[in-house]
């Protein structure tokens, strides 16, 4: 040994002085107490780059819980978001190649989450607006109804038809027209785009993350994130349509001026997930939902629970229309 534990210990010593003088000039810390009912979780791949103007309005208006993944990341996202996110009730975890499933189950069986009423799902590509106006109204809305368990401000899809997949399905192409999506030759939806009174609020069959606001207790004990569909994709279906099943409800806001897929993505950079290409687990994973939910599409059932829904809340509606 080239010094002696005496030695090692002097140094070490000397060098904790230092750094706790350091300490000691450091500012205060600032109060954060925005929306102390909300855990804000944030999925990053290596996004350094991003990283400030992701978090800036969350840290502009002072949320009081934030939880950000750096999942796999080989630049310097863990050392910025840690710069940034000061708060005592701010988390930054890294993590090896997880992916989303595993962080946001982490996430919301955390403590964080038990002290939360709702959790905010967010990803690392998205420049959200300083007035969180859009996310008082998604509130306001699980307010009034218990029974809505997921909100998203993303995109939304009522499926008209589900097969299982085809032999060609890691290849087949997403194709969307006419308001129509899918993949025709395993399913098919329709794009949620018009409001259908004078909010923007509506329910839907399924909600596309990112962002999704979640009432965190009954999403827990109702459904969740799925371990079948790890490491990613389509668990987030998976659990809109388990909670219909269940006789609860997912809605969608739309119109938040949200500047989406900042840059280019992990999954495009790779061509791992393309419009016409994409990974085996994939297949399975839609095989999932089809076993499961194919019926209550094909059947015409989970359509009839939406629009009954919806005509409730027209009839709720201030204008009465």
């Known amino acids: 040994m080239k010094f002696s534990i005496e030695r090692i210990h002097e140094i070490a010593s000397k060098i904790s002085q230092k750094k706790w003088g350091l300490l000691k000039q450091r500012s205060p810390i600032r109060e954060f107490n925005a929306y102390p009912n909300v855990l804000c979780v944030f999925q990053t791949f290596n996004k350094s780059h991003l ?37 005592k009730n701010h988390t930054v975890i890294a993590v090896n190649d997880l992916h989303e499933i595993k962080n946001y189950r982490f996430a919301l069986n955390s403590e964080a989450a038990k002290n939360c009423e709702f959790a905010l799902l967010m990803q690392d590509d998205d420049l959200y607006p300083m007035d969180f106006s859009w996310l008082d109204y998604g509130l306001e809305m699980m307010r009034r109804d218990p029974k809505l368990i997921v909100i998203g401000f993303n995109k939304a899809i009522n499926y008209i038809q589900m097969r299982s997949a085809n032999e060609t399905f890691e290849s087949d192409t997403f194709a969307m027209r006419d308001g129509l999506v899918g993949m025709p030759n395993s399913w098919f939806g329709r794009i949620v785009t018009t409001p259908i009174n004078d909010g923007p609020f509506q329910y839907c069959q399924t909600v596309t993350r990112a962002p999704h606001l979640i009432r965190i207790s ?34 969608y806001i739309g119109g938040v001026p949200i500047a989406r897929d900042i840059g280019v993505g992990g999954m495009r950079l790779s061509e791992s997930l393309m419009i016409n290409k994409r990974p085996i687990h994939l297949k399975r994973n839609h095989n999932i939902l089809f076993e499961r939910y194919g019926d209550f599409i094909n059947s015409g059932a989970l359509d009839e629970l939406v629009e009954d829904a919806n005509e409730r809340l027209l009839e709720d509606s201030p204008s009465g229309k």
């Not at 080989?74 to 000061?86: R, Y």
């Not at 668990?235 to 809605?251: H, I, P």
Request: with cysteine.
């Open 51 to 87: 990283i400030r103007l992701v978090l800036n309005p969350f840290i502009k208006k002072g949320f009081k819980n934030i939880m950000l993944f750096a999942d796999g990341c080989i630049d310097s996202t863990l050392t910025k978001a840690h710069s940034i996110l000061k708060g």
């Open 218 to 251: 009954s999403f827990n004990e109702l459904t969740g994130f799925d371990f079948s569909f790890e490491p990613y994709h389509d668990d987030d279906t998976n659990y809109c349509f388990e909670l219909w099943a269940k006789g609860f409800r997912v809605g």
